[in-house]
């Protein structure tokens, strides 16, 4: 989806990149010390509510820019 950004191997998900936007960060980084899969995510959760969601679909049902 538009909104979802995988970031680049190795890279963990930081609330800065987020802040103030509809975007979520998915960080993934093998720890092979431990043989473990770590995986991170960051999001706006004060843009992520329900009037984020709202606005979100009325630019999609206007054909709007998406942002």
Avoid: W
């Avoid at 960060?25 to 995986?39: A, F, M, S």
């Avoid at 004060?46 to 009325?58: D, F, R, T, Y």
């Amino acid at each position: 989806e538009y909104f979802i950004r995988i970031l680049n191997k190795g890279k963990l998900a930081s609330t800065h990149p987020v802040s103030h936007s509809n975007f979520c960060d998915i960080g993934i980084k093998v720890d092979t010390r431990v043989g473990r899969l770590i995986i991170t995510s960051a999001l706006d959760n004060l843009v992520k509510g329900a009037s984020g969601q709202a606005i979100q679909n009325m630019n999609t049902c206007k054909g709007l820019k998406k942002n």
